[in-house]
């Protein structure tokens, strides 16, 4: 899952709109959003999101902290999602937009409770990312399945 979001990384040459967030950053305000989504965002959320980055972006972790701490920033001053959701849906292909599900459902699963805020976002943004409803599904239940493994 990680991996595919990594190739993302390397080729970013060009400078984003000075109102648009960049790619890494889109990403984890939507991660933060998830975390966030059940209205309850724990130590263990926060953590979810920093390991992902660290993982995703290839980040130290004082890195991947500071990435969380802006998105948390960018996430509570965002009148609506869509801002990062379209920064997404353009510069990650099919696959990365899977795995960014995955991700996404990932955070939500942290604490072994799906919320209906967090269901309902994570119905709502497979659209605004272009996901179709059975590659979502599908993510969805591989997140579930590795988290039944851990436990």
């Known amino acids: 899952m990680i991996s595919v979001l990594k190739s993302l990384w390397s080729d970013q040459g060009n400078s984003p709109d000075a109102g648009t967030p960049d790619p890494q950053l889109a990403v984890a305000a939507l991660l933060v ?20 980055l660290q993982d995703m972006f290839d980040l130290t972790e004082p890195g991947a902290q500071a990435l969380t701490r802006k998105a948390e920033t960018a996430q509570a001053d965002a009148s609506d999602i869509v801002r990062f959701t379209r920064v997404v849906k353009y510069a990650l292909d099919d696959d990365e937009r899977v795995a960014l ?3 996404l459902w990932h955070v939500v699963l942290v604490d072994h ?16 990312l272009g996901v179709d409803d059975h590659l979502s599904t599908a993510a969805r239940r591989r997140v579930e399945a590795r988290a039944r493994g851990a436990e």
């Open 113 to 128: 409770h799906r919320d209906p805020h967090e269901d309902a976002l994570l119905r709502r943004l497979p659209p605004l």
């Open 101 to 103: 599900i995955e991700a």
């Open 33 to 52: 959003e998830a975390a966030r989504a059940d209205a309850d965002y724990t130590v263990a959320d926060h953590a979810a999101v920093v390991h992902l």
